[in-house]
Structure formats: structure tokens, C-alpha cells
């Protein structure tokens, strides 16, 4: 009976301890699309999450560690509407639907829930080898869902123009954000829509 009692609330501490671990990585998921990496600090994101700075240690062998497995919830996060959006429209509709989406005032004002790639931009190319690997696994999963969508999915031609797509909408939202006119960030989203979607529409 002890042995059964100790091993139920060592199960217990564990959970509570991946619960407070996985409460930290989405806070600090918010938190890099929010500020940036660099404006992304331990010692807000444990304030945040109702912790002390102390306990970060219990959780991460580094900041950096933290940022990679930030940066793959924001991804997960971020592929999840995509899919979202896929499974909710017939096939030939989906590029269009998931470029509509993207492309949108609503995730051009959200930035801490939306695409980290966007939101994060040229900060990666400067951040620790972990945190890159994470970006790049993301922008492949993107082109290849993207190239999916195309009848000749598989060929040279549509894994290039998933490249493409993937360019000009993600640079087309970090344009949009960066400018202080609206209606040059209106502007820079619908010509990016216009160009990449299908029938021109």
C-alpha cells in the first residue's frame, strides 16, 4: 500500500510538473512573436507564468533551450490553424482559403498568436543553432503543405512555386506589420493575396 501511495504522488509531482513546464513554453510562445527573442526575458516570462525566477532552472538547462521549444509551440501553434483551415473547405479551395486567412487583418493585429515567421523575421538568422533548426523544419512543413495543394504535387514546379508562396506571404505580413500606414499594410497584403492566389481573386 505505500509503495502504491509513493508511486501515485511521485506520478502526481510529475504532472505537476510538465503542466507548469508546458504553462511556461506557451507563455514564452506569446511572449518571442510579442517582443522578439531579444526582448523575450526569463525572468518576465516566469513572472508571467506565475513562478519564480528560481524555478526556471527546474524546467530548462538554458534561455536558449526555452526559446527552441517556444518558438516549436508558436510553430505547432501556427500549423494548426493552417490544418484547421484545410480541413474545413473542399480541396481545390484550400490555397485560397489558408492565403485568405494568412493574409487577413485579423492575423496582421495578432501578433503574439500568429505565424512566428512573420512576427519573428530576420531575429532568427541571429539566434542559437536549436531555435534556427526549429524555423527551418516549419518553413519546410509550410512549403510542403502549401505544394500539396497543387494538381501536380510532387513535380519540380509546384515545390518551387511553394517556395514562392511561402516567400511572399510571410514577407508580405512582416512588410505589412513593419509600416506605419495603414493603408500601405492593406496594400502590401491584398497585392500578395491578389498575386499568390489561383484565380486572381
Known sequence: ???IMRKSAINARAAAKDATHERIVAVAARAIRRSGYD????????????????AFYAHFESREAMLAEAAAKACAESAGVAADVVAGVPPGSALAAMLAVYLSEQ????IDVGCPLAALGSETARQAPEVRRVATRHI??????????SADWGSPAAHERALVTVATMVGALM??????????????????????TPDGH
Do not use: F, N, W, Y
Open 140 to 149: 519546410k512543413e509550410m512549403v510542403d503543405l502549401l505544394a500539396r495543394q
Open 107 to 110: 492575423h496582421a493585429a495578432g
Open 39 to 54: 526582448g523575450t526575458g526569463v525572468a518576465d516570462i516566469m513572472k508571467e507564468a506565475g513562478l519564480t525566477h528560481g
Open 175 to 196: 512588410l505589412s506589420r513593419a509600416v506605419d500606414e495603414p493603408a500601405l499594410a492593406d496594400g502590401l497584403r491584398a497585392a500578395a493575396l491578389k498575386h499568390l
Open 1 to 3: 500500500m505505500m509503495h
